[in-house]
């Protein structure tokens, strides 16, 4: 190619405006926000596609810009709401978007690993979702037992779920029901 043909279009950047809220409406300040491709021009990651952390501020806003690509979904953590991702309408009629996360709290699951009527320390817990095909989202928990077999699993969403655990090669399963928050 010679330098005297050669023509770059560019495009002007995405940007996609996260506000998180809680169930009243509320924003919810210090969630963390990441989004799903995650290309940012200009970014040294840009080319390793290494995922970005915003942090929504306290009117629950959280402004991502120089977005190469319209991004397809958007997920919002927060330590006292159950993590949350959207989808993004993947041809968007403009480069500026938005997303409206709300927020809900969760219960926390708790249990006993135990071998026969004795408690297994240093076990592995994972709470899944069963059909998260039928409610479009999943949920997925992980933790690990302490020295007297006890877990907690933090923020579980209302839904139905596969609870496993597992120590070296063994390994149990077991179907479970969240119901709403108490």
């Known amino acids: 190619v010679e330098p005297d043909n050669l023509l770059i ?4 950047a995405y940007e996609l405006t996260v506000t998180t809220v ?23 990651d840009e080319e390793s596609n290494t ?8 009117h629950g806003y959280a402004v991502i810009d120089d977005l190469a690509v319209s991004p397809e979904s958007v997920t919002a953590r ?7 991702q959207m989808g993004l ?6 480069r500026a978007l938005a997303a409206t996360i709300v927020m809900r709290k969760g219960v926390n699951v708790t249990g006993t690993v135990r071998f026969g009527v004795n408690p297994l320390s240093g ?7 069963v059909e998260p095909e039928r409610t479009h989202q999943s949920f997925t928990a992980n933790g690990k037992s302490d020295g007297n077999g006890q877990f907690t699993l933090s923020n579980v969403p209302a839904g139905n779920y596969e609870l496993s655990s597992s120590l ?4 149990v399963r077991y179907g479970v029901k969240v119901d709403g928050v108490a």
């Open 9 to 12: 279009a560019l495009e002007p």
């Open 22 to 44: 809680d169930e009243q409406d509320n924003p919810t300040s210090g969630a963390a926000v990441s989004i799903s491709p995650d290309i940012v021009i200009g970014s040294d």
């Open 51 to 58: 995922a970005q952390i915003w942090t929504t501020d306290e």
């Open 78 to 84: 927060h330590s006292d709401y159950v993590s949350c």
């Open 89 to 94: 309408d993947r041809n968007p009629p403009s």
């Open 123 to 129: 076990a592995y817990v994972r709470l899944r979702t």
């Open 168 to 171: 070296r090669a063994a390994s």
